[in-house]
């Protein structure tokens, strides 16, 4: 379905909002490489490899091309029709891990039909046509690998929660429902935490 044209203007003002954010995070993200560099000097071994916010920054940019993930597109412009978000929270070793702003938004120029805008862990499912979505696609899109023992970079046991209960399911087939909270815990179990919803989201 075309866009009217002022669903064009809103879809192009959000897209160059999202080009300035992601020219400041990239500036961010060279100071970080910088010290991160300094301190790997250091030798500092980890026995669980966290998703640092450089690590996934330089991953989003190498795997997600715009090519076609999984059947879902990359689009010059917003997918309205079916407009739903879900929330993804990352636990290695106990420690909250980032969900990096910028997933499925491939040099600025489209947009995945699921995407993140901020590094809340909103994920935006902005499709041209009402399906299921999963996590698996999620991070196929993501570039970053999930199974039932390993989160990206962290590996170890995966302990589940999908709305508050553990899920006991490959954690790729969770589906990607409207407000669904989904937290993927890598070795130490962590307890389901609460997270509220933007308003308007």
């Not at 879902?72 to 891990?97: K, N, R």
């Amino acid at each position: 379905m075309p866009q009217r044209p002022g669903q064009q203007r809103n879809s192009q003002r959000k897209l160059a909002e999202i080009r300035r954010q992601q020219r400041a995070r990239q500036t961010r993200l060279r100071i970080l490489a910088a010290v991160s560099g300094l301190a790997g000097a250091a030798g500092v071994v980890l026995a669980v490899v966290p998703l640092t916010a450089r690590q996934t920054a330089q991953q989003v940019r190498r795997r997600a091309t715009g090519a076609t993930v999984d059947g879902i597109q990359c689009q010059a412009s917003e997918q309205v029709a079916y407009h739903i978000h879900a929330h993804l929270a990352i636990y290695a070793s106990g420690d909250p891990q980032a969900v990096p702003a910028g997933i499925g938004i491939p040099g600025d120029k489209c947009l995945y039909w699921l995407h993140t805008h901020d590094a809340t862990g909103v994920i935006h499912v902005e499709s041209p046509a009402q399906r299921t979505y999963t996590l698996g696609q999620f991070f196929d899109i993501w570039g970053q690998p999930l199974s039932t023992t390993q989160v990206g970079r962290a590996t170890g046991h995966v302990t589940v929660f999908l709305n508050g209960k553990r899920f006991s399911g490959d954690p790729r087939s969770i589906k990607l429902t409207p407000h669904a909270l989904i937290q993927l815990d890598v070795g130490k179990v962590v307890p389901p935490q609460p997270f509220t919803f933007p308003a308007g989201l």
